[in-house]
């Protein structure tokens, strides 16, 4: 399996190109790019489609037009696989977003110059991903694999820049199945494949990423009481050096497959809070904090990708009195321009 090419901008000589192979190119493995030869463009979203506003509507291309003229360079498409339960061996793709909608999303998308990424998520009511133990295992497995190998057509068709193989499924990150799966869908799909991980620690103990061009990490880690600067960023430190630790190890492209928080007061305590769960006032404030903090750590490191969790294709979502995790018409828009 070949590694993924990384883009390379002019300014990159062979030299700095070769210190970023570094010492793995005799052992045949390609390692990160350094970060001031990665491309600009690297700020992304995970973009959610909202009831009211399909992909293929104009309310969606203007939302993800803004996107674009804010700096983003990509965004995540995220088709909603479902199950009843954690405990469910019967999964499904859900209706929400035909094939023809993702692919007319795709289309406005790279009209706008946008990579496209098409992220898969498992949904079950009252829970989520990481609790998936099927009791029927078997069949759980046939039913992910029929589906993935379906969107890997889509992905295909839509030329998609990458595609997620999963997304925080953590009864999947040690199973020899995998790896199976990930050269089943390369029979179908030509581009990168990525595997997200819920948090930092599953990315320490991952064994399968020699199956994976890119390896995702989803960032929502503790940050602790305090709101001060310094607290926050004492805490973001210790993540950042298991961070690269993570990247050393692997040897792959790393991308920050979500990064966010609410614009409500005190969610960085427990950043993955939803709004049901943190009754709190907003503070867009906080929000854009605490994301400035991570991108001045996160962008001078070999990471191709930041994605944001999240955006909506309603273009008048968020606003200064909205708590939820969007960045749209708060401050934290702003930070896409970084990238």
Known sequence: MADFEHPRTAACSRRRLLEGLGGAAAAGLLRPVPAS???????????????????????????????????????????FLWQAAPTASRLVRGNDLSDGELLAGVTAARREGLDVI?????????????????????????????????????????????????????????????????????????????????????????PHWRAFDVIGINLYPELGPSAED??????????????????????RTVWITELGLMSARGAQAKPWLSPEELPAPPDPAIQQ?????????????????????????????GGPNDRDFTIQNKPAERLLARG
């Open 289 to 317: 904090r605490v994301l400035s903090l991570w991108l001045d750590r996160l962008l001078p490191r070999p990471i191709e990708r930041v994605l944001f969790w999240c955006w909506y294709s309603d273009p008048d979502a």
């Open 118 to 206: 098409i992220k898969p998520h498992v949904w079950i009511p009252s829970a989520w991903a990481g609790m998936i133990e099927p009791d029927d295992r078997t069949e759980w497995l046939s039913c992910y694999e029929r589906e993935m190998l379906a969107l890997a057509a889509l992905a295909e068709k839509a030329q998609a820049r990458a595609l997620v193989v999963a997304t925080e499924i953590r009864t999947l990150d040690h199973s020899a199945w995998l790896a199976g799966l990930a050269q089943d869908i390369r029979r179908i799909y030509s581009g990168p494949l990525v595997y997200c991980l819920h948090s930092i620690e599953d990315a320490e103990t991952f």
């Open 230 to 251: 310094q607290a926050m960023v004492e805490r973001m430190d210790k993540v950042v050096a298991r961070l690269d630790a993570v990247i050393a190890k692997m040897a």
């Open 37 to 79: 030869c990665l491309p600009a463009g690297r700020l992304g979203v995970n973009f959610k489609r909202t009831p009211s506003e399909p992909l293929d509507g104009q309310a969606a291309r203007r939302s993800l037009r803004r996107l674009a003229s804010d700096g983003a360079g990509c965004v995540a498409f995220i088709p």
